[in-house]
């Protein structure tokens, strides 16, 4: 298929890399004689028509920019069917013949959907930092959430350790433990409490009867937010009441985990996909989300993508267990 015009949107919960994304996607689209259309706050600029034509100029200067230029949304109306007759029937008036979505689980989800109802071309890119997205190792903005926790429990340490404490640090994730667990290994906490392996074992329990760290008299827990294990004010109260002993405090680190400028890392990987998204177009691949495994750019069905849970990497759980004796 000749591709004349591509729209290109983000969607759901923003990620650090997006805006290196919008500007990989746009310059690629222009570099390959393809017009480019910027919609903004995701599903919802479609249906309302907020979209306007990106030239290399709309996309200078926001490499380095968290957030996304494009604005996102969480949007309602395109859960029916109603809403996404409306959303396709604009791209048909503004004459987009293929859209990338960059966003997370749901997003690709509602891109799913759309494009078998209206068989229209869509290449998905992972912008989450949950990390939370089978068939790619990384996603765009997990690497710079991933320092930004590190970060924050270097300092919240320097307080731990002047108070004999045991603190439990929540981290986003939404039921994943990636950042929870690698952020435990790179800011050396005592352990990770996830939701991966909650129905194995009782964490907390495992945690307090092995006692904590001897040499230390503080000890600092990272906690992934989940349903599953109550998250960081779940465990807490568990603790009360089952550890009277033990004097507990919570950090929720909340919205600073998903602002400020992208790592090296995450500019690269968002430049890739975004390359990769248009390469991909232009091969007739649709219906697929860009992944990245070994290094190697790979197309993923949005099936595999959103239905597979990702798996945790259990060494990681032996590297955390054994080096915070
Ligand atoms: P994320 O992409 O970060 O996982 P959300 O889960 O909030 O974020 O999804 C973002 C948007 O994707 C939703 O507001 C909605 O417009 C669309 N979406 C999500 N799930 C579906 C679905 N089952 N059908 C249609 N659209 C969906």
Redesign the pocket.
Known sequence: MELKCVGILT???DSPGMNAAVRAVTRAAIFNGIEVKGIYR??KGLITGEIKPFKTENVSNIIQQGGTILKT????E??TIEG?KTAHDRMVQEGIDCLVVI????????AR?FASEFNFPIVGIPG?IDNDLYGTDTTIGYDTALNTIMEAVDKIRDTANSHDRLFFIEVMGRDAGFLALNGAIASGAEAAIIPEIATEQDQLAELIENGFRKSKNSSIVLVAESDITGGAMGLAERVKNEYPQYDVRVTILGHIQRGGSPTANDRILASRMGLAAIEALLEDQRNVMIGIQNDQIVYVPFNKAIKNDKPINRELLNVLRTLSI
């Open positions: 969607s759901g919960g995701g599903y949304a969480r949007c309602m395109f859960m996404r966003g997370g689980d749901g997003s690709l989800t509602g959907i989450t």
